[in-house]
């Protein structure tokens, strides 16, 4: 630990590198309001040129994730936990929904216990339109934040998304390859943007193999169950033999429009998910699905969120993480 005397020191020379007074230091080095953007910005390049990066240990870490009861988003906490749990920090999970007062509430009420930086995993910053006051909170106070699978317009910060074009993209041709030519996508709502992507990938995709009707057989609805089962029964209407799901849980929904139909999977109809949550072995039949790469979502943002705590700058160019497929009993050859 430094003597006192260093302490002053510090300060001093950071104070006079950035042509601001000593106590302004201290609110940037703390973390606290009153100083603007600029302000801010210059105490942490004169940071960075005496070498200081700031402390690791005894500091918190907010993931400001949707209800936990989706096991991916459990999965993608627990993960991302382990990852900065080797360098003292430790995180607390926020289930909150997407773009309501719960997230500035939690910011609101955690953000003077010491907190290091902030993990929005698939919240607010996957709407398009959403209130985004909590992250002026967040910038005011010089904290600095990571998100995951889209980010917030007009707010630079770094992002880590699975790619969802491709996602899309390595559904409808693995349905493709199975003899489906009548494929539909479980999408979720407009202007989500995980759900927007994958509608541009379904149906470039869709054209990509000589099937013009792509936008017709998309279906927007929520990522649940129920919306899967809605989604569903309207592209069997429709005369679909191939769904591509949005989510797991959409999937499932599917199943059960598929049995309400007095049809079979994949007898009749195949389908797909999307995320790879656990236990999908266990459905009846077991889930084909996208997987998204949890872990090394995890590590990237690991790694993003040490540098940035640290005080050194991180690339705000969105990192795509590529998905892969996961086969399993739910796709087959396309109805004669």
């Known amino acids: 630990m430094s003597s006192p005397s260093r302490k002053r020191f510090s300060l001093a020379e950071v104070a006079s590198l950035a042509d601001v007074s000593e106590a302004t230091v201290s609110r940037v ?8 953007a600029a302000t801010r910005q210059a105490v942490e390049q004169a940071l960075r040129k005496i070498g200081y990066e700031r402390p690791l240990d005894s500091s918190l870490v907010l993931v400001l994730a949707p209800s936990l009861k989706n096991p991916i988003f459990a999965q993608q906490a627990e993960r991302i936990e382990n990852e900065l749990s080797p360098h003292g920090l430790k995180t607390v999970i926020c289930p909150v929904y997407p773009g309501t007062p719960q997230e500035r509430d939690y910011v609101e009420a955690l953000i003077d216990s010491g907190v290091a930086a902030i993990i929005f995993l698939s919240s607010s910053n996957t709407l398009a339109n959403a209130d985004h006051r909590v992250t002026q909170l967040i910038q005011s106070r010089g904290i600095p934040f990571v998100c995951i699978n889209g980010g917030f317009p007009d707010v630079e910060s770094p992002v880590v998304s699975t790619d969802d074009w491709q996602a899309a993209s390595l559904a409808v041709s693995h349905l493709y390859d199975f003899g489906h030519r009548r494929i539909g996508l479980l999408a979720g709502p407009v202007d989500n943007i995980p759900a927007d992507r994958r509608v541009e990938g379904f149906v470039a995709a869709m054209d990509g193999l000589g099937l013009p009707d792509g936008p017709d057989f998309v279906v927007r609805r929520h990522f649940n169950f129920e919306g899967g089962q809605q989604a569903a029964a309207t592209l069997l209407e429709m005369g679909a033999t191939g769904l591509v799901a949005s989510s797991d849980e959409m999937a499932l929904g599917a199943y059960r429009a598929v049995s309400r139909a007095k049809l079979t999977v994949p007898g009749d109809v195949s389908i797909i998910g999307y995320d790879d949550s656990p236990l999908l072995d266990y459905t009846n039949p077991p889930l084909t699905t996208v997987r998204q790469p949890t872990d090394r979502i995890a590590e990237n943002v690991g790694r ?32 004669r």
């Open 304 to 335: 993003m969120v040490t540098t940035l705590i640290g005080g050194r700058p991180v690339s705000t160019d969105e990192m795509l993480i590529e998905p892969e497929i996961r086969l399993r009993g739910s796709t087959g050859a396309a109805p």
């Open 29 to 36: 080095l703390n973390r606290k309001y009153g100083v603007s």
